[in-house]
């Protein structure tokens, strides 16, 4: 999984509690995203990083966050819960110096289940 | 909004035979083009990258890239059950890569 680490590997919440969820790379790759996957809407952009403390939405960002305070550690948090953020997550870095190639790793996914 | 549209199969072929996975998107400044394989349960695995038109080989994968068309195909020439899973195109444009639902491959012994 080209050095990348996500956790928890499994979570199980309640609706309306926070959650954060962690990638964490040895790559020294500058840039990082957070996908979700569901059935029939594939992978998903929800938020990605282009350096500490840089980040960007995606398609999918309402109801989450992103910091990064570190180039090798990417968090992404859901301020409550929802049942419809029930997914499995993935994290991806690319260290494409160009923007035209943008290659991208995955890490191994969360599965989340909020209740 | 950008898409990406793939077969969603499923698609069986026969151990031996070549598979030929099919891809359209619909941004025309999209820069480069990617095939990704996923097991049931595991994360993508990038296979195949392609960026000019043409053909790209490598091993038994070749991918094809018709900009023109906004046609992206992957084929896999003597399949293998090793190869049944779902592969995944995603096409990149200002850093964000939009991906297709997957066509779900099934190599039959």
């Known amino acids: 999984d080209a050095g990348i680490t996500q956790s928890p590997r499994h979570k199980v919440t309640e609706t309306g509690t926070p959650v954060t969820l962690r990638c964490h790379q040895t790559?020294?790759?500058?840039?990082m995203y957070w996908y979700r996957q569901d059935p029939g809407h594939g992978l998903r952009l929800i938020h990605y990083?282009?350096?500490?403390?840089?980040?960007d939405k995606g398609e999918v960002s309402d109801g989450y966050s992103v910091s990064r305070s570190k180039t090798e550690d990417f968090l992404l948090t859901l301020e409550s819960a929802t049942s419809s953020q029930t997914s499995v997550y993935f994290c991806?870095?690319?260290?494409?110096?160009?923007?035209?190639?943008?290659?991208?790793?995955f890490g191994p996914g969360t599965r989340l289940t909020v209740l | 909004q950008k898409e990406v549209e793939q077969n969603s199969g499923p698609l069986s072929v026969p151990e031996g035979a070549i598979a030929s996975l099919n891809c359209t998107y619909s941004?025309?400044?999209?820069?480069?083009f990617f095939w990704y394989r996923q097991y049931s349960g595991k994360s993508p695995e990038l296979i195949m990258s392609i960026y000019s038109n043409g053909d790209k080989e490598d091993g038994r994968f070749t991918a094809q890239l018709n900009k023109a068309s906004q046609y992206v195909s992957l084929l896999i020439r003597d399949s293998q059950p090793s190869d049944s899973a779902t592969y995944l195109c995603?096409?990149?444009?200002?850093?964000?890569?939009?991906f297709g639902s997957g066509t779900q491959l099934t190599v039959l012994p």
């Open positions: 995603a096409v990149s444009s200002a850093r964000q890569l939009t």
């Open positions: 991806a870095i690319s260290s494409s110096p160009r923007s035209s190639y943008n290659e991208q790793f």
């Open positions: 941004d025309r400044g999209s820069q480069s």
């Open positions: 790559e020294n790759h500058r840039y």
């Open positions: 990083s282009y350096g500490v403390k840089d980040t």
